[in-house]
């Protein structure tokens, strides 16, 4: 088993608002940037520069004795990554048609999700606490998406639909455990994100080079922005689980709610009423139960925690 984390609390929390903070700035780009390029391109430079800067990390690393590129279970490392890029593609897609503030709380159903999926496909023991959970986190993302809220319609279904896919990362990721460093790990997500994406630009009618030209030099940026904003969001995530206990953090995580209605509000002036704040609240309280759980259970039975498991954010 993992040794446990130093008593560091307070910089594994300040470490998680910083992730909380890049993520919900990330998902505000993302959704100002695809109204100037396809969101196809925008998926490509979020795991082409994941790629590039980990892969920049660990050549260093490795000649200082730490985690190289090799890896003891490449067809892992590619189920993984096609989860999290099928989570980012649905969001992604999501954040075009959705504000930012209520897309993120409907995401933030991932833990329970995970519940939902370890009881069908892990079979899984589930106490009536957790079916509640379950029962309050979808009621709450329901309020969010009422009718009459401007949400309701088939784009709700795409962070629902990317929620389900990172629920589905999560359990895989139980299933096998921790079988690599995290580093490695975070090199080869954005690996298998940009080489796919790569693939169906070739197969798709957008064409990489003349939409990037099209678009204004200022989406250039953005575009590394977003690769950026997404990298040193996770890396800021595998050191905060580096300084303070998993069930210290968890809850934490849920200030990206917070963080995702300040920044949409900021720049697009758009904020939820008073239906939509009570939803996110619901989803908030019946995810952070669920995660802590999560954490408490698999402690209890002896099985690492990782931050991989820890992970309840859709990229």
Excluded at 200 to 218: G, N
Aim: charged share 10%; aromatic share 10%.
């Amino acid at each position: 088993m993992r040794a446990a984390p130093p008593g560091r609390p307070g910089l594994g929390i300040a470490l998680v608002l910083v992730m909380a903070a890049c993520f919900a700035t990330m998902d505000t780009t993302v959704k100002f940037v695809g109204a100037l390029v396809p969101v196809l391109v925008v998926l490509w430079a979020r795991y082409g520069v994941q790629a590039g800067v980990m892969a920049l990390w660990l050549a260093i690393s490795s000649r200082r004795g730490g985690a190289g590129f090799r890896s003891a279970h490449p067809r892992f490392q590619a189920a993984r990554g096609l989860l999290l890029l099928l989570s980012s593609t649905f969001g992604f897609f999501g954040l075009q048609y959705l504000p930012v503030a209520e897309f993120t709380a409907i995401t933030m159903l991932t833990p329970v999700m995970v519940t939902l999926l370890a009881a069908t496909l892990l079979h899984e023991r589930v106490s009536r606490l957790r079916w509640a959970l379950v029962a309050g986190g979808f009621a709450g993302a329901l309020i969010v998406i009422r009718p009459g809220s401007g949400l309701f319609g088939w784009a709700a279904l795409l962070p629902i639909a990317g929620s389900m896919a990172y629920a589905s990362f999560q359990v895989l990721t139980r299933k096998l455990s921790a079988l690599e460093s995290p580093f490695t790990t975070h090199f080869y997500t954005g690996l298998t994100g940009s080489v796919l994406v790569a693939l169906a630009l070739l197969v798709s009618d957008v064409e990489l080079l003349p939409a990037l030209q099209a678009a204004p030099t200022s989406a250039w940026g953005l575009l590394l922005l977003i690769g950026a904003l997404g990298t040193l969001g996770h890396l800021m995530l595998v050191l905060a689980f580096g300084t303070a206990p998993t069930a210290t953090l968890m809850p934490v995580m849920y200030a990206q709610i917070g963080f995702a209605a300040l920044v949409g509000w900021l720049v697009f002036a758009q904020a939820p009423d008073g239906w939509g704040w009570l939803g996110m609240a619901v989803v908030a309280v019946c995810g952070a139960g669920s995660a802590w759980l999560n954490v408490r259970e698999a402690s209890a039975s002896r099985h690492a925690v990782t931050v991989l498991e820890a992970d309840t954010i859709v990229d």
